[in-house]
C-alpha cells in the first residue's frame, strides 16, 4: 500500500510547459508500477504515462509521445511528469496512481488495474 500526494498544476497557455510531482510514501520497498492518468470534465479516465519503479521502463500514450516525460528520484520517492508543448486538450485532472509490480503494455493505461490513486492537480491550458 502506497499513498500518494500530486502537485504541480495550474493554468498555463498553450505552448507553455508544467511539471508534475507525485510523491509517494508508505511501502516503497517494493517495486511499482507509477502512472499518471488525466480526466476531463465528460469524459474517461485516461492514461497518460507510466514508469516502473525498478528499472525505469515507460511507456506513453500516443496523444503525449514527443511533448511529455516521466522520470523518478528514487532518492526522494518522487516520480515526475514533465509536460511541454501543452494543447488546450491536455486540459484535465491529473492524478496518480500506483500498483505493486510491472508495467505492461497491454494494461498499464487500463485504470482499474491501479490500487493506489492521489487526490489529483488541475491543469489548464489556455489557447
Known amino acids: 500500500q502506497v499513498q500518494l500526494v500530486e502537485s504541480g498544476g495550474g493554468s498555463v497557455q498553450a505552448g507553455g510547459s508544467l511539471t508534475l510531482s507525485c510523491a509517494f510514501s508508505?511501502?516503497?520497498?517494493?517495486?511499482?508500477?507509477l502512472a499518471w492518468f488525466r480526466q476531463a470534465p465528460g469524459k474517461d479516465r485516461e492514461g497518460v504515462a507510466s514508469?516502473?519503479?525498478?528499472?525505469?521502463?515507460?511507456y506513453y500514450d500516443d496523444s503525449v509521445k514527443g511533448r511529455f516525460t516521466i522520470s523518478q528520484d528514487n532518492a526522494k520517492n518522487t516520480v515526475y511528469l514533465q509536460m511541454s508543448s501543452l494543447k488546450p486538450e491536455d486540459t484535465a485532472m491529473y492524478y496518480c496512481?500506483?500498483?505493486?509490480?510491472?508495467?505492461?503494455?497491454?494494461?498499464?493505461?487500463?485504470?482499474?488495474?491501479?490500487?493506489?490513486w492521489g487526490q489529483g492537480t488541475q491543469v489548464t491550458v489556455s489557447s
Open positions: 496512481a500506483a500498483v505493486e509490480g510491472y508495467c505492461y503494455l497491454w494494461s498499464w493505461s487500463t485504470a482499474p488495474m491501479y490500487r493506489n
Open positions: 514508469i516502473y519503479t525498478s528499472g525505469a521502463g515507460t
Open positions: 508508505g511501502d516503497t520497498y517494493s517495486d511499482h508500477c
